[in-house]
């Protein structure tokens, strides 16, 4: 049984490993002549569909709501906003900086249908998404 545990801690490592450097890769290898208003992140995302709707789950830790845009854009969503500096920050000594800081962007593939409806919430650092879809 402790083997097996190892294992699935092992790949759960694995994969939160692959979706970060996917994430540094979108990031930093992007070509020069796009770097006007670029993102300087994007949110990691889970896209989950029911029956009636398609949910977006995106982390956005200390992202105020009233700062979101969220748009159909054809066949994405659009999560748009910006994340500020905490007042602390300006004037602290800075032993490490992970959390990202500015404007972000995602664009989010969704799949295939017609979507009306953008229903969102904050919750626990997360903004919860829902598209409705249309028959």
Known sequence: MANEDSRQWMWGEALDMLARAERLHRQLFQPASTQARRPSWEPPV??????????????????????????????????????TLP????????????????????????????????IHRAQDGLLVVSLRKLA
């Not at 029956?51 to 830790?61: D, E, H, N, R």
């Open 46 to 83: 889970d896209v989950l569909e029911t029956p009636g709707a398609v949910v977006i789950i995106a982390a956005l830790p200390g992202v105020a709501e009233a700062s979101l845009r969220l748009a159909i854009d054809g066949a994405h969503l659009m999560i748009a906003g910006e994340r």
């Open 87 to 118: 007042d602390e920050l300006r004037t602290a000594i800075i032993h490490r900086l992970e959390l990202p800081q500015g404007y972000f962007e995602r664009r989010v593939p969704l799949p295939a249908g017609r979507y009306d409806q953008i």
